[in-house]
């Protein structure tokens, strides 16, 4: 696999002409117009910090306060399976690195406020006044040079609804009894893993199920992609499975949530939201977008699917900031 | 394949260029600049971005209302002689005489007719079943189209979203095939199906179809593909796809040889297609249409969505150095 990586870097780099998908990109990658933004993004580019979890620079965060940076909870948060130790926090711009500490989390937004210890850095200069149109250029930065990301937004501000969990099963007694299985439907998650019509779940994680409602509801307290496990009933055998929920959505839609490639994690359950079509990678989030004018427009917070790439807007992130500090300060938090 | 008339593109795009802006960064830019970037130019100055932003956010509010939503995937009302009429993807309404609930960009729901659709060039045509003035696009000609050209895509990915306008995505042409699928890199997602892509004028030119795994890689049917069938999709004439016999797949129509690595073309005879797109025998296959190929499967993935008569771009080795080749693929068994 690496011989080929390698391989394929010398092929590209001997190669005369760009790859069909680079000779024309986007308005996103054009050397050309990363240029021209290059003077608008200065001011921004002061005001984005790598986030590092055990000195690894794990997401980027948007400087919010002189000590004040909010960057992604879900990236900065340790998986159950790495140990139960409290990370050390620190954050890097340029060649400088401070530690720091979280002081406030939101799980809606899935945002983390972290307070940083002896630096005085340059915060976001928000965007003012009138709502962005859509059609709107606008740059993600990273701190370097040029933005590396560009895009449109591509609709009005709207509210982010959560999608629901599906376990994929149609039950045989719906309006009660046992949850016995009429039928596990095409493409859904139960399928997938085996279940079929006949048999009884009687576990859903560490949940006893003896009744249909009770299934439900542990479904509904979970999010679409969740690992759980799942034990049934089949001709006396008791069975158990390990599966990843699913959407409600059409099978095509979950054919394509394979070719998506890398999403973040935690992607859905926000509030408003700003949706444009620059192309980010899960760790290029946590950063402030702006446009034209050169002022944050928002801080992007998800990408949700193929071309979802979701943004929370200035004002919301300042009305979350205020009220994190709020909350910190009532609960006599002294750092 | 008809180049773009330039003067004749300023002229259109004067009126909403115009109109959309009056700041004075705006009228520096000529509208025979603006449109020579449209046509496939990159822009040189600030001012020629803000041109541009003001052109496409003006065009996405002249272009909303005429996209609509259907369950799970997307349209564009259009009008013709005098009457209106939905335009979409044979894969979205599939079969005749079927009753269509479209869902406009003001909220309001009208019922249409599916007629008659093409599976091969997935078009097809909706009759509008309403009285009264719908809001229409104007409908251009795919073959008038440029590689590099800008265009402006619209749909629901995901489907619709309540408070969500159509998002847009703002792209440029990639490839212009003399027939199949015109290519964007406008990205899109399940639900954008049977959407527009409008010229920067506003005429729609392609009818959302399909993608791949690389984001690059958004297949449009040419809207001439409609046009020129549409007295056949008027009457209700449904072509079916190329029907597969047995397990028959879309290939080079020359044998691939796997092993460790990128699969090796053992053997491309004189006069076969393959040797006429540039193939040659020892030629080591790198990548299609973006996507790394290294075993049968990712060859297979590569193309499960295309049809015989497509053509893909490929990357392969010869003697070290890496080429860029135009292939059209066959059904296996076809040679």
Redesign the interface.
């Given at each position: 696999m690496i011989?080929?990586a390698i391989?394929?870097a010398?092929?590209?780099a001997?190669?005369p002409?760009a790859?069909?998908?680079q000779s024309?990109?986007?308005?996103t990658q054009?050397s050309?117009?990363r240029k021209?933004?290059k003077?608008?993004v200065a001011d921004a580019n002061r005001s984005v910090v790598e986030v590092c979890v055990n000195e690894r620079a794990m997401i980027l965060g948007t400087v919010v306060g002189e000590d004040l940076v909010l960057t992604k909870l879900s990236e900065i948060t340790p998986r159950d399976d790495e140990g139960d130790d409290e990370p050390a926090l620190s954050i890097d711009q340029g060649e400088r690195s401070w530690p720091c500490v979280q002081i406030s989390a939101d799980r809606t937004t899935d945002l983390a406020l972290l307070r940083v210890t002896g630096a005085s850095l340059t915060p976001a200069r928000w965007k003012k006044g009138s709502a962005l149109?859509?059609?709107?250029?606008l740059a993600s930065v990273d701190g370097s040079d040029s933005p590396f990301g560009l895009?449109?937004l591509?609709?009005?501000t709207?509210?982010?609804?959560v999608p629901r969990a599906f376990l994929g099963i149609r039950f045989a007694n719906p309006n009660g009894g046992e949850a016995l299985i009429d039928d596990a439907v095409e493409h859904g998650a139960a399928k997938a893993a085996g279940i079929r019509g006949g048999d009884v779940i009687v576990q859903f994680d560490e949940q006893k199920i003896e009744d249909t409602e009770q299934l439900r509801t542990a479904i509904r307290a979970c999010k679409p992609g969740d690992k759980v496990s799942v034990t049934f009933i089949r001709d006396d055998e008791t069975i158990t499975v390990e599966l990843n929920l699913g959407t409600n959505?059409?099978p095509?839609?979950s054919d394509?949530e394979s070719?998506?490639?890398e999403l973040s994690d935690v992607r859905s359950g926000f509030q408003r939201v700003l949706?444009h079509?620059t192309?980010l990678k899960p760790e290029d989030c946590g950063g402030p977008i702006v446009d034209?004018s050169g002022e944050v427009v928002g801080v992007n917070v998800a990408r949700a699917?193929?071309?979802?790439t979701l943004a929370l807007p200035s004002e919301d992130v300042q009305a979350l900031v205020a009220r994190m500090l709020k909350e910190e300060k009532e609960a006599g938090g002294e750092r | 394949m008809s180049r773009f008339a330039t003067a004749a593109l300023a002229a259109l795009i004067a009126a909403p260029a115009a109109q959309g802006q009056t700041e004075p960064a705006q009228t520096k830019v000529s509208n025979e600049r603006l449109a020579e970037i449209f046509a496939g130019d990159?822009?040189?100055?600030?001012p020629e971005?803000?041109a541009?932003?003001a052109h496409?956010?003006?065009?996405?509010?002249r272009v909303?209302p005429a996209t609509v939503s259907l369950p799970?995937a997307s349209g564009v009302l259009v009008k013709r002689d005098g009457k209106p009429f939905l335009l979409c993807a044979a894969h979205v309404t599939l079969a005749a005489d079927k009753e269509i609930k479209i869902r406009m960009t003001s909220g309001r729901d009208i019922l249409g007719t599916s007629l008659g659709a093409n599976h091969r060039s997935d078009v097809s045509l909706v009759r509008v079943d309403e009285e009264g003035d719908l809001p229409y696009a104007e409908i251009g000609k795919s073959s008038d189209l440029t590689?590099?050209q800008?265009v402006l895509m619209l749909g629901h990915?995901?489907?619709r979203?309540?408070?969500?306008?159509?998002?847009?995505?703002?792209?440029?042409?990639?490839?212009v095939p003399e027939s199949g699928y015109l290519v964007t890199?406008?990205?899109?997602?399940?639900?954008d199906s049977g959407g527009p892509l409008f010229d920067m004028q506003g005429r729609v030119v392609g009818i959302n179809s399909r993608?791949?795994?690389?984001?690059?890689?958004n297949m449009h049917a040419p809207v001439d593909a409609l046009m020129d069938e549409w007295q056949e999709l008027l009457d209700g004439k449904v072509t079916e796809s190329r029907r597969r016999r047995g397990r028959s797949r879309i290939d080079f129509g020359v044998p691939l040889t796997y092993g460790d690595?990128?699969p090796v073309f053992e053997e491309v005879p004189e006069g076969s297609a393959a040797a006429d797109a540039g193939l040659r025998s020892g030629d080591r296959l790198?990548?299609i249409?973006?996507d790394?190929i290294?075993s049968r499967r990712d060859v297979m993935r590569a193309l499960r969505n295309f049809k015989s008569g497509d053509k893909v771009?490929v990357?392969i080795?010869r003697d070290?150095?890496?080429?860029?080749l135009e292939v059209e693929l066959v059904e296996e068994g076809d040679q």
């Open positions: 011989q080929r391989a394929l010398t092929l590209l001997a190669m002409l790859l069909p998908g024309i990109r986007n308005l054009g050309t117009v021209l933004w003077p608008i149109k859509p059609g709107s250029f895009g449109i591509a609709a009005t709207y509210v982010h609804t959505s059409s095509m839609r394509q070719v998506w490639g949706q079509d192309v034209l699917g193929r071309i979802e | 990159e822009p040189t100055s600030i971005i803000k541009m932003q496409v956010q003006s065009l996405i509010q909303l799970g590689r590099g800008w990915p995901s489907g979203k309540k408070g969500r306008t159509a998002p847009a995505r703002l792209g440029r042409v990639l490839r890199d406008c990205t899109m997602q399940g639900g993608i791949s795994g690389n984001l690059a890689m690595g990128c790198f990548e249409d973006g790394e290294s771009e990357v080795e070290g150095k890496g080429l860029e």
